[in-house]
């Protein structure tokens, strides 16, 4: 089941990142029919990836937040972010019968419960990702040093501090440099890891978005400026537009439905 060719309900084989930058499109605020109405506007892209948001998940569980996405979008791939904390292969495992393709294990969670949720996520077939918010990066590095099976996706944040020190210029000098950003040493933990780095916080199309792409981010991770935009379709393409993807690899799926 781990290297599954086909997955029962969807038909083909799932979507995988195989070669990044990707967008993800982070659904958690409003309604679920809001959010179906964003999806079914975004481009038919595989560079496309949805994010069914913590609150989604609470309030209307995971079956129906992931399942109704799959109807819309039956190629696309769909991370569960379930944020979990405890009992990872429940969590994993009711995500995976969902159809998600990833779900999202809190970096504050014991080590035990994030090296069992991995192992579940492999198990599976699905991809384990694991959210680095509220975490110190030098306890965070050393944690992901020691699991013998690593993530998938490593999800980092800008500081709240950092991002209002930006503003003002007081963090100019540390800037977003190749080696060290305001999300951290993306290079340093992809290395670890083996796998790929999601970047979430502030990003915007133009400089935003070069300077995440330039520290090595795989992922940007985007929320208010595509579900807050009056043409979600546009937003999604200036971020689509500006990652310099070869136009042969930026292929677009009609018959799968991205």
Not at 58 to 87: C, H, N, S, W
Not at 206 to 217: F, T, V
């Amino acid at each position: 089941e781990k290297d599954r060719a086909k997955h029962p309900v969807m038909k083909f084989k799932p979507q995988t990142l195989w070669n990044p930058p990707y967008l993800q499109i982070a659904l958690d605020v409003g309604s679920l029919s809001q959010a179906v109405k964003i999806v079914e506007q975004l481009p038919k892209s595989e560079r496309i990836i949805i994010e069914i948001g913590t609150p989604y998940i609470k309030k209307y569980g995971i079956e129906e937040t992931v399942g109704r996405m799959r109807q819309i979008k039956p190629g696309a791939y769909i991370i569960a972010d379930m944020k979990t904390l405890d009992v990872g292969r429940a969590e994993v495992n009711a995500a995976a019968d969902a159809t998600a393709n990833a779900v999202v294990v809190s970096g504050i969670a014991p080590e035990s419960t994030i090296a069992e949720f991995i192992r579940a996520c492999n198990k599976r077939g699905v991809h384990a990702w694991i959210d680095s918010l509220n975490t110190t990066q030098t306890e965070f590095l050393a944690m992901l040093g020691r699991l013998k099976e690593k993530p998938k996706v490593v999800i980092l944040h800008r500081g709240i501090d950092q991002e209002d020190a930006q503003k003002t210029g007081a963090a100019k000098k540390e800037g977003t440099s190749a080696s060290r950003s305001v999300w951290g040493d993306i290079k340093q933990i992809k290395k670890i890891t083996g796998g790929l780095a999601a970047v979430a916080g502030g990003l915007k199309p133009g400089k935003p978005l070069n300077d995440a792409l330039k520290a090595g981010a795989d992922i940007i991770i985007v929320g208010r400026y595509i579900y807050r935009s009056s043409d979600p379709n546009r937003a999604a393409m200036r971020f689509l537009d500006e990652m310099e993807i070869e136009p042969d690899t930026m292929r677009l799926f009609d018959k799968l439905d991205y």
